[in-house]
């Protein structure tokens, strides 16, 4: 069982940074994919980075692509996101997740962390 604990959120203005770390714990990571979710309020929850941990590839949604950049560091276990040129529309709950590479859906989730952009 692997646990994901994100950190970093919080209030920002509309133009500004905000670095998430995503710390992992339990079984090691070969052969699988971390990725960062986000849900805002009434909305479904929307996929914005992943990352193959393997090969450091990375994918963005188009909303995220040029502003937010997703880097892993393999001796801590951690993820992180990158987010520049924050715009009002970033406010949501973010969310770490995992899954293996030969999987189609994630299995673990950690709790998230809110990250709120003001115009």
């Known amino acids: 069982q692997v646990q994901l604990v994100e950190s970093g959120g919080g209030l920002v203005q509309a133009g500004g940074s905000l670095r998430l770390s995503c710390l992992a714990s339990?079984?090691?990571?070969?052969?699988?994919?971390m990725a960062w979710f986000r849900q805002a309020p009434g909305k479904e929850r929307e996929f914005v980075a992943r990352v193959n941990w393997q090969s450091g590839g990375t994918n963005y949604a188009d909303s995220v692509k040029g502003r937010f950049t997703m880097s892993r560091d393999n001796a801590k276990n951690a993820v992180y996101l990158q987010m520049n040129r924050l715009v009002p529309e970033d406010t949501a709950i973010y969310y770490c997740?995992?899954?293996?590479?030969?999987?189609?859906?994630?299995?673990?989730w950690g709790q998230g962390t809110q990250v709120t952009v003001s115009s």
């Open positions: 997740a995992r899954r293996s590479t030969f999987a189609n859906q994630y299995s673990d």
């Open positions: 339990g079984r090691t990571f070969n052969n699988y994919i």
